[in-house]
């Protein structure tokens, strides 16, 4: 069983369209994250929610807007997209809030806008 | 510049070669992740220190936080440790890691 999912693991898409990342983990922790890697391969933190509430939220857009329906998941949902989205984004989870605790991540979505 | 740094950007070796990866750090920190992202892109979590070493297998961390440095070495390197190797740290006072640049390896046979 894979224990942090995400889908798609590929999005090609229009600049301006609206498209949704979802990630979902079956580890049973209360925190997840959202990372953006960059073309440079360098990670950041976009946001982290802890029981389907709001702890991180980095200098992200407005474009950029996560939902979490419940502790297992938590999506990203991006509207008009940019050339500039382009990247992989990763979600990642971990027990409790502490940001010592290891990090499960997921695949990973490669988002290319053309 | 980066708040965590690493060197070398990029690293060759022959299999069996000790390999050597530092990170070092300009803000204050209790604690040190050190990641692994595979050439497929997965990534995955090594080690987790505050202070000392850890040892896992063939990789070993190293920390010394009043230096602000971290190492990981590779003993015995082989192929299949080809993958980017990525420090990161939590600044005091906040929830969120910051990446260093991360070390691509690669371990020819």
């Known amino acids: 069983d894979t224990a942090v999912s995400q889908t798609p693991k590929y999005l090609v898409t229009q600049m301006g369209n609206d498209k949704s990342i979802k990630c979902e983990q079956n580890l049973g922790h209360d925190t997840m994250y959202w990372y953006k890697q960059d073309s440079k391969k360098f990670l950041k933190i976009m946001f982290s929610y802890n029981n389907k509430e709001l702890i991180i939220n980095e200098t992200v857009p407005n474009r950029f807007s996560p939902k979490s329906p419940d502790k297992a998941h938590l999506n990203l949902h991006i509207n008009s997209l940019e050339l500039g989205d382009s990247a992989v984004y990763f979600c990642?989870?971990?027990?409790?809030?502490?940001?010592?605790?290891?990090?499960?991540f997921g695949p990973g979505t490669r988002l290319t806008v053309l | 510049k980066n708040e965590v740094e690493q060197s070398p950007q990029n690293l060759t070796a022959q299999e069996g070669e000790f390999i050597t990866i530092n990170c070092s750090y300009s803000?204050?920190?209790?604690?040190l992740h050190w990641l692994q992202q595979h050439p497929g892109g997965g990534i995955v979590s090594l080690f987790m220190?505050?202070?000392g070493k850890k040892k896992h297998g063939r990789l070993i961390a190293t920390i010394n936080i009043q230096e602000k440095h971290s190492s990981l070495h590779i003993t015995a390197s082989h192929p299949r440790d080809s993958a980017v190797y990525i420090c990161?740290?939590?600044?005091?006072?906040?929830?969120?890691?910051?990446f260093g640049t991360g070390t691509r390896l690669q371990v020819f046979p």
């Open positions: 990642a989870s971990s027990q409790g809030l502490e940001i010592y605790n290891e990090q499960f």
């Open positions: 990161a740290a939590p600044p005091f006072n906040t929830d969120k890691l910051i």
């Open positions: 220190l505050s202070s």
């Open positions: 803000v204050g920190i209790s604690a």
